[in-house]
């Protein structure tokens, strides 16, 4: 089982277990972790699940696609361009086994 640790802006951490095939956004919306809307239900056709992914857990994780750079430039909060993804499109077991990610102030 994967673990996924959210941080929040005013320094709550969520951590949780999430079953592989689970994406970061999937895990958090199902457990209630504030700041991850996931609008769009992991179909990378909004940018509500945007997250900054911390720098030691970004080796490993599979390339941007060109959908994902795409709501990418439309995020609420500022891109970062080295970790900031979709939540959506990043999937324990397949990308990860442990991710800690930080969630940006706003989402829409």
């Known amino acids: ?14 951590s949780l277990d999430a079953e592989a095939g689970m994406t970061v956004m999937m895990t958090a919306v199902i457990n209630g972790v504030g700041g991850i809307i996931g609008e769009c239900g992991g179909q990378a056709i909004y940018a509500t699940c945007h997250v900054y992914v911390r720098d030691e857990c970004l080796d490993g994780l ?5 959908a994902e750079e795409e709501m990418l430039e439309t995020t609420a909060s500022p ?4 970790r900031s993804r979709l939540g959506c499109q990043l999937t324990a077991g397949d990308h990860f086994d442990d991710i800690e990610v930080d969630i940006p102030d706003e989402q829409s």
Do not use: L
């Open 62 to 66: 599979p390339a941007i696609s060109a």
């Open 79 to 82: 891109r970062d361009p080295a």
């Open 1 to 14: 089982m994967a673990k996924i640790t959210y941080h929040q802006a005013d320094g709550n951490v969520d």
